[in-house]
């Protein structure tokens, strides 16, 4: 008692592994992954869109505008902000530039990447040049040729080998995204070949979400034992890859990854060249959002729950009040056996994979392969 | 600004940009859902906040407040000096303001 008067918070707590102090004040970098339009000239067979029209497209001066927001908040803040600009495919939008041109001018968005399926870069090669806050492009790849262009198109691969060579020539870095599930999962070897091939600076897995069009490739979801044997895989020949002193970085930067060597995980938080780090917490609700064509946000791309929308709403609105971004939060929300799991502070499971397959954001990872006692 | 006679009697809310927010027993906000000012509550702070619904009189929540610290070692004329100070805090504030009529809406305090 006798000391009631509110006190500022902002910027007074420490980083800390403790959900709530990051709940208030999100990690140095803040993370956007912003679909500027639905429209794609691709029709990938898991794509995680069920509508590839204008409609929702939002002009350039509503883009604009909410741009201010995100500078308005990440200044508030004094956070550093990461755009993922994507769709659909952003290059279809023709005044891309001008909207990429403008994100540069805002002084508390320090990176841009560019999330692309790779057909329609050669074209914008000397714009993309151009670009003084240009992180990484972002390429999706599936597998071997004949893997891919199963999945992403006939001839698909090819571009996006000759698009990786053309980018890689302009000293433009590279990533290289691959979505994970059974009929990828033996071409993880030769992805990893050909990154180190094409010099991709980057190499990331993504779990399969299946939502969108994608829903009728919930079948080929991998199941717990595959999904270890994969990720193992995958961090000894990162491992390998690093020891031999290769350039590529094979990201291992999100839930689950933990269980590849917990050890490792619980030692070296922020202290190991990225090559090497395993596991990352569950960014919902910390430092990450997904921004819609329509503005509408949502809590990650892969989770379809609306939680509100940028052209009516502040941004600071949508964060501090969700009801879906409280709930994951408060990690003792999280059911099963992410529940009292000691990796949640690096892990806290895949809540869009939870969503999609029990309906239920807060059931525990339904992929997780960690056995309980 | 409690000086005033009637002030027991108006009924006050929480302003609508306002959300306030309890995580756990220790973990208590109120957020300002237009600049982003985000304030770390003490329990009392918690407490008093989340009784301006929109409903009550000034005077039936100094009540309960009164009601749930006293017998805590506190005389209850500190109490009432807390209860004053806090209310002209959120006041001058803005975190509260006088229920319009008609004002019906949902508050956010969970």
């Known amino acids: 008692m006798g000391d009631c008067a509110p006190v500022m918070l902002s910027n007074q707590l420490p980083n800390s592994s403790e959900s709530a102090p990051e709940v208030v004040n999100p990690q140095k970098e803040f993370y956007f992954q912003w679909h500027i339009t639905d429209k794609c000239n691709l029709r990938c067979e898991h794509c995680y869109q069920d509508d590839y029209s204008q409609s929702s497209e939002l002009p350039l001066e509503d883009l604009k505008e909410i741009a201010r927001k995100i500078e308005f908040t990440l200044e508030k803040w004094g956070k550093e902000g990461r755009i993922g600009v994507t769709g659909g495919e952003p290059f279809v939008r023709k005044d891309l530039f001008d909207f990429l041109e403008f994100l540069e001018h805002q002084p508390h968005i320090t990176k841009i990447g560019i999330l692309s399926n790779g057909t329609l870069i050669k074209e914008n090669i000397e714009s993309i040049k151009k670009l003084t806050k240009l992180h990484y492009i972002q390429l999706s790849i599936e597998g071997t040729r004949e893997t891919n262009d199963g999945i992403r198109g006939k001839g698909i691969f090819d571009k996006v080998i000759e698009t990786t060579q053309l980018l890689k020539s302009e000293n433009v870095p590279v990533r290289w995204m691959v979505t994970l599930h059974k009929k990828n999962a033996a071409d993880v070897a030769g992805v990893i070949d050909l990154a180190l091939e094409n010099k991709v600076d980057t190499l990331t897995f993504e779990r399969l979400v299946p939502e969108g069009s994608g829903k009728s490739f919930a079948d080929y979801i991998l199941s717990t034992a595959e999904l270890e044997k994969v990720f193992s895989y995958i961090v000894k020949r990162s491992d390998a890859e690093f020891a031999k002193g290769s350039p590529l970085a094979i990201l291992k930067l999100r839930t689950l990854w933990v269980l590849c060597d917990p050890q490792r995980a619980e030692n070296s938080v922020g202290c190991l060249p990225l090559e090497k780090e395993v596991g990352a917490s569950c960014s919902i609700g910390i430092d990450s959002l997904s921004i819609l064509p329509d503005a509408t946000v949502l809590p990650c791309r892969r989770l379809p729950i609306p939680i509100g929308n940028l052209k009516n709403e502040s941004l600071f609105k949508i964060w501090y009040t969700s009801k879906v971004l409280w709930d994951i939060r408060n990690k003792k929300n999280i059911k099963g056996k992410c529940n009292n799991c000691e990796y949640i502070p690096r892990c806290g499971g895949c809540r869009a994979t939870a969503y999609a397959l029990t309906g239920d954001y807060l059931a525990e990872d339904p992929q997780c392969w960690k056995k309980t006692t | ?110």
């Not at chain 2, 929109?54 to 209850?76: A, W």
């Open chain 2, 1 to 110: 600004m409690l000086e005033k006679n009637d002030i027991n009697k108006s009924v006050m809310k929480l302003a609508d940009n306002q959300f306030l927010y309890r995580l756990d027993d220790s973990l208590m906000w109120l957020f300002d859902t237009d600049t982003g000012e985000c304030w770390d509550l003490n329990e009392s702070s918690y407490f008093a906040l989340s009784l301006f619904d929109g409903k009550r009189t000034v005077g039936e929540i100094r009540q309960l407040y009164i009601e749930k610290y006293l017998g805590s070692g506190v005389s209850k004329e500190i109490i009432m000096e807390d209860f004053k100070s806090l209310i002209n805090q959120f006041i001058t504030a803005n975190v509260i303001t006088q229920k319009e009529m008609g004002d019906e809406q949902e508050l956010g305090v969970k």
